[in-house]
């Protein structure tokens, strides 16, 4: 199968491209297949993108466990658990407020985690359809 290529100085509405008319559709096929690309490029952006949120939460979940131990610590070795107490140590009294600071932090990781997996679902399903647009002009390719 040969390709018709003409090459006009103007562009029209009638399938010019920048002074080149494909009479197959072939710049069609390579927008597909560049769009493919583009989709897939964008779920494994992501993808990874969830990931960071996932680790960060991770992150934040253990650093918050170790602060818990150190404040449970520091109660012990004071002997005052009582965080209104005027003796209360220094140390737990900043840790405590850095480990709410953390689950502020994991909470709002938590939205933005909500959000990314939405928008996964969406580039997976653009990704889908483009896929399938272009498995079927593969296909017809091959038929004709």
Known sequence: MRTE????PYSSRSGTV???SVSTGVLRMKARESLVRLK???VREKQRQLGQLQMMMAEFERMTKDLENQIVFEEKKSG?????HFAYPTFAKAARQRADNLQVSIRELKM???????ALEEVQA???RAAALEERDTGTRLRA
Do not use: K, N
């Open 126 to 128: 653009e990704y889908a």
């Open 18 to 20: 920048t002074g080149v």
């Open 112 to 118: 933005q985690q909500d959000a990314a997996e939405l």
């Open 40 to 42: 897939e490029f964008q």
């Open 5 to 8: 290529i003409r090459f006009t």
């Open 80 to 84: 005052i658990s009582d965080p209104s």
